[in-house]
């Protein structure tokens, strides 16, 4: 019988070392590569360095004035506000509208218009386009050309009303209308003599001579 040879017993160690990085002993990891990639604000660079031309006594002055420069308007803006509640108040029991505040406003828009150099200018301008374009031989041969067409249309409608009077004298004095007027004349002397033997009659009428008078005288 073979006898069963036991494994000889390995000792553990007490401590476990760690894991060497992969890495070389030089090199920065993954993670403080990618911090490391983190763009830097312009504005915290700015404050560091001053613009070029400026030193950085020039830089804090400017933005002294600045920061001065804001206050103001942020003042000015606070006071506009109130004055224009107190424009709006006083409009109020002024009994004003704002369609009345409208009219106001684009009247003296209108009168500015007016009085601005570049309207103006615009008028004389055009004034002076109107000038040299009636004094141009174009538009006075234009017209010229106008005035001879009314005359020329004048001219054929007082032909054509002396052309109608014409044909109207014609149609007058032509046998036709001749005989027309008569039989018409002969109708109405026909009506008429009708109508005055009709109110004769009416007047007069027969046998009222032949019967005398009733004797009404008593006995």
């Not at 600045?66 to 004055?83: D, H, N, Y």
């Not at 150099?117 to 109107?130: C, H, I, P, Q």
């Not at 109405?188 to 032949?210: C, F, I, M, Q, Y």
Request: net charge negative; charged share 25%.
């Amino acid at each position: 019988m073979f006898m069963e040879e036991t494994p000889p017993e390995v000792s553990l160690p007490l401590s476990v070392k760690p894991l060497s990085s992969p890495f070389p002993s030089g090199c920065p990891g993954l993670l403080s590569d990618a911090m490391t990639d983190v763009p830097v604000d312009s504005a915290a660079s700015a404050r560091t360095s001053p613009p070029e031309g400026l030193t950085l006594a020039e830089e804090e002055e400017l933005r002294s004035e600045l920061a001065k420069v804001e206050e103001e308007i942020g003042t000015l803006r606070q006071v506009l506000a109130a004055k224009e509640r107190h424009c709006g108040e006083l409009k109020r029991k002024l009994g004003l509208t704002p369609l009345d505040g409208l009219k106001q406003n684009l009247s003296k828009s209108w009168h500015d218009v007016q009085v601005s150099n570049a309207y103006l200018s615009a008028s004389s301008t055009l004034e002076d386009w109107n000038e040299k374009l009636t004094q141009s031989e174009a538009y006075k041969k234009t017209q010229e050309t106008l005035s001879q067409a009314g005359q020329k249309t004048s001219a054929a409608l007082s032909n054509v009303g002396s052309v109608i009077s014409r044909k109207l004298g014609d149609m007058r004095n032509s046998a036709t209308f001749k005989s027309f007027e008569d039989r018409v004349g002969t109708i109405k002397s026909r009506v008429v003599g009708s109508r005055e033997n009709s109110t004769d009659g009416l007047h007069s009428p027969s046998g009222a001579g032949d019967k005398p008078p009733q004797d009404n005288t008593p006995f």
